[in-house]
């Protein structure tokens, strides 16, 4: 049955499961406490996907068609916790509201349905279609749970299967895998996209610790090109879900490839991360550019620096009119994601996000902003043209619900000082957040910020990301959904995104810290999805 997911936000649900995934280990101590305090809580979000029950994970497959766009998902949709992997579905008009449909891609005999892509065919090159309807082809990995228990290399391979109603339904190929698995173990999540010179498509594919890409004529035939990775970029654990696309430089013009590669664990702040290469491609191999040829620690070309956006990739198919590479992920971290609050659902995606790449010196970096579908959703606005503000000064009003709102302003003329903001509510949860300009640092601290926990490395410690901008002033977007912040920095320049489980709705933000200052262009968005 269709839900509309936005429109029953407000739904209660009971308390978790005291159980760890991990050992099938009992919770006790604090956590009793914690379970008995949230039993009345709703965490399920105002704008931002979740599936109506079950787990959720990496998104996948996503298409744009006729106006609608699609999202696909790993879901196990009998259990909150990771499990035998389906692909769950939902569709969109406009990429805020989300309407779930049924689940797209169910495990058979080859095994579960892990991570991959959808891309229309419009020339037919499959020969799948009809003859009236393109047909949209999804590739994606087949994992073979006994094959792996047995002790085997070769359990994961690349399947397809094919709609002829746009996404609706769709049929798995008789011939099944496409491409065979050649004796490794973590070979997987296939990301395809049509390389219009060579008029051939491109896979790239995660394997172990590099991206191997592949190229076929008709999606049905693949044929290794080459490998990239093994010495560049973040090593701390596997790659995973990547993503190979052009992008256009908005300051010259000049067309460049970007890499997403996802990474687990090893992210900046500890856990899941994704991080991005940028360089050319000839439809056979990848060759970044020199400034991103760092290995390790000083690597520091990541999508997002806060804990909770993971193994994001782009919509196929968006229209040259549209001309936008729109950007969505999974909101959690492997560290924590089977633990968190919630007992119907679990997870949830971020905000869509426009991806623009910008010159950094003489290299090139991503900057992110929500998609601009969200303005449609604002039904009241504040605005103020400057602020002194100082300790305990609200920035917002107590007609503002920080559960669904969205605010931007700027911090003019820094000094060598802390800017630091808190949100609040009636029982003491506070989520601080800001600017340390003495060590040209954002953070994000969720210690105190409710329900922790769940989990030790939850808060073990606050997340950083160094400012790389040299201006004076400081642009600041936040985008707030009841249990998420996402932080957009020199206009998406730096991003921080994470979760948090209030015991209850956070009321107020305010300024914290003995140093007063200025920000100007206040902007205090209310949304609303009713």
Not at 123 to 146: Q, R
């Amino acid at each position: 049955m269709k839900k509309l997911i936005l429109i029953s936000a407000f739904s209660l649900f009971s308390a978790p499961v005291l159980v760890s995934c991990q050992g099938g280990k009992e919770n006790t101590g604090d956590k009793t406490e914690e379970v008995a305090i949230q039993s009345d809580l709703d965490f399920r979000p105002n704008f931002h996907f979740t599936p109506d029950s079950g787990w959720m994970n990496d998104p996948n497959g996503m298409f744009y068609l006729d106006g609608t766009y699609h999202l696909f998902f790993q879901h196990n949709p009998d259990d909150n916790v990771w499990g035998p992997m389906h692909w769950g579905h939902a569709t969109s008009t406009d990429l805020i509201t989300w309407e779930e449909q049924p689940i797209a891609l169910e495990p058979d005999e080859h095994g579960t349905i892990f991570s991959g892509s959808a891309v229309v065919d419009h020339n037919n090159t499959s020969g799948l279609g009809d003859g009236n309807t393109p047909p949209v082809i999804a590739i994606f990995t087949y994992h073979d749970a006994e094959a792996a228990d047995a002790g085997e290399d070769d359990f994961q391979t690349q399947g397809i299967a094919y709609s002829l109603d746009k996404g609706q339904t769709w049929t798995k190929y008789e011939q099944n895998p496409v491409l065979p698995n050649p004796g490794i173990k973590d070979f997987r999540d296939p990301k395809v996209n049509w390389y219009e010179e060579d008029q051939k498509w491109v896979m790239a594919l995660a394997v172990q610790d590099h991206i191997s890409f592949y190229s076929s004529p008709n999606l049905l035939e693949w044929e290794r090109e080459s490998d990239f990775g093994q010495n560049m970029g973040a090593h701390g654990g596997v790659w995973e879900c990547p993503d190979l696309f052009r992008m256009t430089v908005e300051e010259t013009g000049e067309e460049k490839w970007v890499l997403l590669v996802s990474i687990n664990p090893g992210g900046p702040n500890g856990g899941s991360a994704t991080q991005y290469f940028v360089g050319d491609f000839n439809g056979t191999t990848f060759t970044p550019d020199e400034s991103l040829n760092k290995i390790g620690e000083e690597h520091d070309y990541w999508i997002d620096f806060g804990k909770d956006n993971y193994a994001g990739v782009t919509w196929s198919n968006i229209p040259e009119t549209d001309g936008r590479d729109i950007f969505i992920g999974w909101m959690s971290n492997w560290q924590y994601a089977n633990e968190v609050p919630t007992e119907q659902w679990r997870s949830t995606m971020t905000v869509p996000r426009n991806l623009k790449l910008k010159t950094d010196g003489d290299s090139y970096k991503i900057y992110s902003s929500p998609v601009k579908e969200l303005d449609k959703y604002i039904v009241n606005t504040i605005e103020k043209r400057e602020m002194q503000v100082s300790e305990g000064t609200a920035i917002t009003t107590d007609s503002i619900n920080l559960a669904k709102a969205h605010l931007t302003f700027d911090i003019t003329n820094l000094e060598d000082k802390t800017y630091e903001f808190a949100l609040l509510n009636s029982v003491g949860d506070t989520l601080k957040f800001g600017y340390d300009h003495n060590d040209k640092q954002f953070y994000v601290n969720r210690k105190n910020s409710g329900l922790t926990g769940f989990s030790e490395t939850f808060t073990e410690k606050k997340s950083t990301a160094t400012r790389t901008s040299k201006s004076e002033n400081l642009p600041v977007e936040i985008i707030l959904d009841k249990t998420s912040i996402e932080l957009f920095y020199d206009n998406g320049e730096t991003v921080m995104t994470e979760i948090f489980f209030p015991r209850r709705p956070f009321e107020t933000l305010k300024v914290v810290g003995d140093d007063s200052f200025i920000i100007e262009n206040v902007k205090i968005n209310q949304l609303t999805l009713n």
